[in-house]
């Protein structure tokens, strides 16, 4: 590759106009005229392809991005919730505390301004963003609060699911007031449906259920797991739910009205669970063309929803990965993992 000698006294001149260059492409001319490109072009407006942040003293079990996709969220084991820069340096900018058990789930309001936790101090925390401060703790549950969900749309509803084998639905507006759906056995994960009307479970009994809030019942049941459900997403669409299990398989699951009577379309293999029981988290991106999911050895996997091939297993991790998510906006990945750290990384367009 020709070098430039700065003794000869070359003028250093831009080749390519600014506005047609990539981020990364250096360009400078000499009599040879050289154009060096350092790694491959960029996807998105991250400082460095991959970006590294530190700063959580325990296990992190739940990390999420902000609906506009400026700032992300990271919590687990230390009981912190910190909120981070997506873009620069990726600053801590902000840590709020109030919870005295882990925190095991964490989700943003759909509008951004608000963030939810579940914890295993057996409550529930509405946080208010501009200040800073838990602006709600809702008591009910009589064990470990393992998951948490906010509806989509409509006024503000949660769902919780316990080692006490309930649901609950709450009102943050209305004062000590829940609706408790009873299940048989501990409940690890849950989710509304798009239109809030039904709650989706999932447990150590292995089945996913359809809980229908009007009639305080189970719907009906999607059968085909092995071992305990960790993890559950609704797509983006509110067409499909994503189950990651202890089976070893992430499942893509039909809860269309009047859906067809084998509900399970997609199996996903590739990622591990292990002797650590972790509550491995999944994951859609935002127009549902690839999903993710925690795994515990240590790699993030990334899956094509048409293929159900696997696009990616990204390195780096010292310890189970616990949680993923998509950016809103741009080709990027965060991952939460049992080592104390995040990873954000940018994947192709």
């Known amino acids: 590759m020709p070098i430039l000698d700065k003794r000869k006294g070359d003028e250093i001149l831009a080749l390519v106009p600014a506005s047609k260059r990539t981020k990364n492409e250096v360009v400078f001319s000499s009599r040879e005229k050289a154009v060096i490109q350092s790694g491959p072009p960029r996807t998105s407006s991250l400082m460095a392809p991959i ?101 989509r749309r409509g006024p503000t509803q949660l769902c919780s699911g316990s080692d006490d084998s309930t649901i609950r639905v709450w009102d943050p507006r209305k004062r000590g007031q829940c609706q408790t759906l009873n299940n048989t056995y501990q409940v690890t994960a849950v989710t509304f449906n798009d239109t809030a009307e039904q709650v989706i479970s999932g447990g150590i009994d292995n089945d996913i259920k359809v809980w229908d809030l009007r009639k305080n019942a189970v719907l009906y049941r999607l059968k085909g797991h092995t071992d305990t459900v960790t993890g559950l997403s609704l797509s983006p669409d509110g067409s499909y739910i994503l189950s990651n299990s202890m089976d070893n398989t992430l499942k893509i699951w039909d809860v269309r009205p009047f859906g067809p009577y084998e509900r399970c379309v997609k199996i996903l293999s590739g990622h591990q669970h292990n002797f650590e029981k972790n ?50 906006k741009e080709p990027i990945v965060v991952s939460g993992s049992s080592d104390k750290q995040i990873y954000l990384g940018e994947i192709e367009g």
């Open 279 to 328: 509550l491995l988290r999944c994951a859609w991106s935002p127009d549902g063309s690839k999903v993710s999911s925690g795994s515990s050895d240590r790699f993030h996997y990334i899956w094509d929803t048409t293929s159900r091939r696997i696009l990616y297993k990204l390195p780096g991790h010292n310890g189970s990965i616990n949680d993923v998510d998509f950016h809103p």
């Open 51 to 151: 970006m590294l942040l530190e700063g959580h003293q325990g296990d992190i079990f739940s990390v999420e991005f902000h609906p506009e996709g400026q700032y992300l969220a990271s919590t687990g084991f230390d009981r912190q919730i910190f909120i981070w820069n997506v873009y620069g340096e990726c600053e801590n900018i902000a840590v709020m505390s109030g919870h005295s058990g882990a925190v095991m789930e964490m989700h943003f309001s759909p509008d951004g301004s608000n963030l939810y936790t579940a914890s295993t101090d057996m409550t529930l925390g509405l946080w208010d963003l501009g200040s800073g401060y838990r602006i709600k703790k809702l008591k009910g549950h009589t064990s470990f609060v393992n998951s948490i969900s906010g509806a």
